[in-house]
T-cell receptor, first 112, second 114 residues
């Protein structure tokens, strides 16, 4: 079982819709969770971090964490064509310091 | 505040050679991590340095090594290059304080091994 799993997509949504991206992880004691956006040919850009169960909202983005289910999600409201990118889920393993494992990423297409 | 910088941005090497990549973290960030990104394997963790010490290491052969200097700048070295080492090498830095574990990536170094 991969340590961090994401649906590779592509996920296609119309402009203005809500895009829902999901991620599961296997290390039960993981403490830190992140979502990155990566445009083609660019490096990953941090969108959201979440450390405790529940929802965290930042603008059009909402991250949700359920540690009991080992599940993290990212909702993008009012999706725009500029949101079309690969979204990477990242989990920092509890090893002391950083050992961050990334999912393979979900490709999102927002159709105008 | 300046972001993470990496040099060089592009590099072409021949199989068997060695290469050194450099990373300057965001000012004040103490942790520097290195990643390899390829189309087939995705983003894979190489190692992490904090206060000049390697704290964590991924599952890469010993040909991949790194170090961190007292100013938090970091270098990674790959010896005896193989064709499969062609990849985008990314560096990320973080404050590594309680609830400030966000990592910020540099633009990467694109390494091509021929």
């Amino acid at each position: 079982q991969k340590e961090v799993e994401q649906n590779s997509g592509p996920l296609s949504v119309p402009e203005g819709a809500i895009a829902s991206l999901n991620c599961t992880y296997s290390d039960r004691v993981s403490q830190s969770f992140f979502w990155y956006r990566q445009y083609s040919g660019k490096s990953p850009e941090l969108i959201m971090s979440i450390y405790s169960n529940g929802d965290k909202e930042d603008g059009r983005f909402t991250a949700q964490l359920n540690k009991a289910s080992q599940y993290v999600s990212l909702l993008i409201r009012d999706s725009q064509p500029s949101d079309s990118a690969t979204y990477l889920c990242a989990v920092n393993l509890n090893t002391g310091g950083f050992k961050t494992i990334f999912g393979a990423g979900t490709r999102l297409f927002v159709k105008a | 505040k300046a972001g993470v910088t990496q040099t060089p941005r592009y590099l072409i090497k021949t199989r068997g050679q060695q290469v050194t990549l450099s990373c300057s973290p965001i000012s004040g960030h103490r942790s520097v991590s290195w990643y390899q990104q390829t189309p087939g394997q995705g983003l894979q963790f190489l190692f992490e340095y904090f206060s000049e010490t390697q704290r964590n290491k991924g599952n890469f052969p010993g040909r991949f090594s790194g170090r961190q200097f007292s100013n938090s700048r970091s270098e990674m070295n790959v010896s005896t290059l193989e064709l499969g080492d062609s990849a985008l090498y990314l560096c990320a830095s973080s404050y590594d304080r309680v609830l400030q574990y966000e990592q910020y990536f540099g633009p990467g170094t694109r390494l091509t091994v021929t």
